[in-house]
């Protein structure tokens, strides 16, 4: 082959080499911005998402009467329920454009991981804040506190079984497991997935009582067997009081402050007995409300004074 043919050859080679180093370059370029928009995209914060998509995704029980239940519809209604659209509502005005609100049946042992995994931006339900859970997710100011009891058979408890020696029922991933244990270390906890199945463990005479916050046993002892009736125990003092917040992601201030300052807006009036959060609660656990359970004058005083924020 002739010297000048070679060098021919080989410029269409350098040219050729260079076009696609050019290419691949400007691949690599591209790659790169995709990358970086990707990685903007998972990092922004709920309110950005929302503001983008439109959607509020939020997560609740379907089986904490009357905080959220289904209806056999397949509608999810409830307290938290109302809360999570007075939140929406909060968000069209902040936002200045429509919000759907997008409802997400959770359990107690999922709900704190599908807020961390990002698949749902906040849960309201019967979550009580703990330090270690605060590890994982954040939490919102309270929106209602209650006491820990149990929840078992006048007949039961008239056969002389003490509180302190039941098998009592509690649901697999809660805090009141734990307020149990610590409370009545001689009693036998049994977990179960929900409440529902507790309850149906007490009818079956597998367990002796249930525990949860008083309320939520209130809504229970609303479907217990006709003619059966139900205490709740202690009698006087409850084992503990949990207070309930809603949860949401880790280190979204914006977010989080956004939620605060619409339950702040809410709890105005409270004092006397007046204002939107008051109106929520009697539509729900007033005299003509799912399940009858007066705001006492101790709640009543904790909600309001959760508000830390200068004017």
Same mark, same amino acid.
């Given at each position: 082959?002739?010297? %000048? ?5 080989? *410029? ?61 519809? %397949? ?20 936002? %200045? ?20 995994? %990002? ?6 339900? /019967? ?23 149990? *929840? ?8 002389? /079984? ?27 906890? +049994? ?30 002892? +609303? ?9 709740? *125990? ?76 200068? +004017?």
């Amino acid at each position: 082959m002739a010297k %000048g043919t070679l060098m021919r050859i080989d *410029l269409r080679t350098i040219n050729s080499l260079c076009k696609t180093g050019a290419r691949l370059a400007m691949a690599a370029a591209f790659a790169g911005i995709w990358a970086c928009s990707t990685m903007s995209a998972a990092s922004a914060g709920v309110l950005e998402r929302i503001a983008e998509t439109g959607q509020l995704t939020a997560g609740t029980r379907a089986d904490a009467r009357p905080f959220a239940m289904m209806r056999p519809d %397949g509608v999810i209604e409830g307290f938290s329920i109302d809360l999570l659209e007075i939140i929406r509502e909060e968000l069209e005005e902040t936002l %200045g454009r429509p919000v759907d609100l997008q409802l997400e049946v959770v359990t107690a042992a999922d709900r704190l991981d599908r807020i961390e995994s %990002g698949e749902l931006d906040i849960v309201c339900g /019967i979550t009580t804040p703990t330090w270690e859970r605060e590890e994982q997710v954040d939490f919102t100011i309270p929106f209602f506190r209650d006491g820990t009891r149990v *929840l078992s058979y006048r007949e039961t408890v008239e056969s002389g /079984i003490g509180i302190d020696y039941m098998r009592i029922g509690v649901v697999a991933g809660t805090i009141t497991r734990d307020i149990v244990a610590d409370d009545l270390p001689t009693s036998e906890i +049994q977990t179960f997935s929900d409440m529902e199945s507790a309850m149906a463990a007490m009818e079956a005479g597998e367990v002796d009582g249930i525990a949860n916050i008083g309320v939520v046993l209130l809504g229970m002892a +609303q479907r217990a067997e006709p003619r059966r009736s139900v205490v709740l *125990l202690p009698r006087t003092a409850p084992l503990g009081t949990e207070a309930l917040a809603c949860v949401v992601p880790e280190d979204d201030s914006a977010w989080r402050d956004m939620v605060n300052r619409t339950l702040v807006s809410l709890y105005q009036g409270i004092g006397d007995y007046r204002g939107r959060y008051v109106e929520v609660y009697e539509r729900w656990f007033g005299r003509n409300g799912a399940l009858v359970y007066p705001l006492d004058r101790s709640t009543r005083d904790y909600l309001g004074e959760v508000n830390i924020w200068a +004017q």
